[in-house]
């Protein structure tokens, strides 16, 4: 003490820059540019939750710069005022690239591999804006038909900016129901105002709980269907199980209960997932056809986008997809996405989609055929649609 007191310093001496001071008032130069920080800040906040909903929707942004937004059209299937569906013709489609299919064994799972098409992380875009927004129960559902074409068109329309979908299929209607309405929607993308929600499970057309499921959540739920010719399909639904379980029998003999009668088995799944009109019966007791939207899976692949112009009529969006966001990918051998949702390259489905088809016995073929001619016509007169399956 009497150190520290020595040379005539005492406690009151210290020298004023060791004790406690006020902070020095900052310049008034360096306060605005503060608050000009700010302000930016907030600006730039306020103008990107605003692009979320609509900058994107400006294909020159975000998209392909492909031009004007086309108007509003009227949904392009909408019933005829007699309650009759219009007739359309998808006659004289050539089938896809690959010609005859694949199919899967009795009892077959039906869940779709998992595929980098089929993204649950979402786009760094989209993770940025993962905090806006809300979780809503689907306004559309593709409800079918499994090997269709389904994850090629949601995928396209994914690059809608007004479309928001969960990636891998939830399984909801039918493996999943009893989780409840509020886990379902848990599973949601979040979406802003004027965005629809959507979700794909090819497996619904064929559950029987399904249509009353759907209605029940909400009867104007819109539904689309992709259905391709059911031989083809059930040629790749073969495929997609043979390529998981080489040893299963051959499809000629899956597709017989008795082959020397002709007698088909429609109780093999890769059957029974084409008879579509039996499965539209269901459907029709709680939607009406208006409701419904039948999507040609040839013509997904020949013209996707006249396909999906259809669909975003139905959608009530606006045209936003168009030629202009295709190409023909050669060495796949289908039409691909000159940008993907999200990652502005190109994009072609992975190899689970457009798998080479095993070579079928013509004869099986034929009969086959023959076995869905009758139930064609009946699905081409439910819908007003022909196919030209035939
Ligand atoms: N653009 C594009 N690229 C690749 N594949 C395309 C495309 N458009 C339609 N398809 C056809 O989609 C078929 C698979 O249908 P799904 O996606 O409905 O299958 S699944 O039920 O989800 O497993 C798939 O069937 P396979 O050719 O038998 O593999 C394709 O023919």
Redesign the pocket.
């Known amino acids: 003490m009497g150190q520290r007191l020595s040379g005539g310093r005492s406690c009151l001496d210290v020298p004023g820059r060791l004790l406690p001071q006020p902070p020095p008032s900052p310049p008034p130069v360096r306060r605005k540019l503060a608050l000009l920080f700010a302000m930016l800040c907030v600006w730039l906040y306020m103008f990107l939750y605003s692009c979320a909903g609509s900058c994107a929707a400006a294909p020159g942004l975000l998209l392909l710069g492909s031009g004007p937004r086309a108007a509003h059209a009227p949904p392009a299937l909408a019933s005829a005022p007699d309650g009759t569906p219009p007739r359309l013709t998808f006659g004289g489609l050539a089938a ?1 690239p ?1 010609g005859a ?2 199919g899967m064994a009795k009892g077959a799972e ?4 998992q595929s980098p098409e089929a993204p649950d992380s979402p786009s760094p875009i989209s993770s940025f804006f993962s905090g806006s927004g809300s979780k809503q129960l689907p306004q559309a559902i593709i409800i ?13 329309l994914r690059v809608h900016p007004d479309v928001r979908a969960v990636g891998a ?1 939830p399984h909801f209607f039918d493996r999943s129901y009893d989780k409840g309405l509020a886990w379902y929607r848990d599973l949601m993308p979040r979406t802003l105002e004027g965005q629809i929600t959507m979700e ?1 499970t ?1 497996s619904y057309f064929v559950t029987r709980e399904a249509p009353a499921r759907i209605a029940a959540m909400s009867r104007d739920t819109k539904l689309i269907v ?1 259905v ?1 010719d059911p031989v ?2 059930a ?3 073969y ?2 199980t043979l390529s998981k379980r080489p040893d299963i029998p051959s499809f000629e003999s899956l597709t017989f209960r008795n082959r020397t009668a002709g007698l088909v088995d429609t109780a093999w799944s890769a059957i029974h997932i084409g008879l579509y009109a039996k499965h539209l019966e269901h459907w029709l007791r709680h939607f009406p056809l208006g409701r419904m939207l039948f999507v040609s ?1 040839e013509r ?2 020949r013209d ?1 986008a006249g396909e999906l112009r259809r669909v975003q009529d139905f959608l009530g969006l606006k045209r936003i997809i168009t030629d202009k966001h295709f190409y023909f990918n050669k060495t ?1 051998g ?3 996405l000159k940008k993907a949702e999200g990652s502005g390259r190109p994009h ?2 992975g190899k ?4 080479p ?1 095993p070579d079928i016995d013509g004869d099986v073929l034929r009969r086959l055929r023959d076995f869905y001619r009758p139930l064609n016509r009946k699905f081409y007169q439910m819908t007003g649609l022909d196919f030209g399956w035939d």
């Open positions: 896809t690959l299919g694949k039906s869940q779709e591999e079918g038909v499994k090997k269709g074409g389904t994850r090629a068109l949601l995928e396209f299929e794909k090819p992709v391709r083809t399909r040629v790749s639904d495929a997609q899976g997904l692949v996707p796949k289908f039409p691909c072609c489905l689970t989609k457009g798998r088809h």
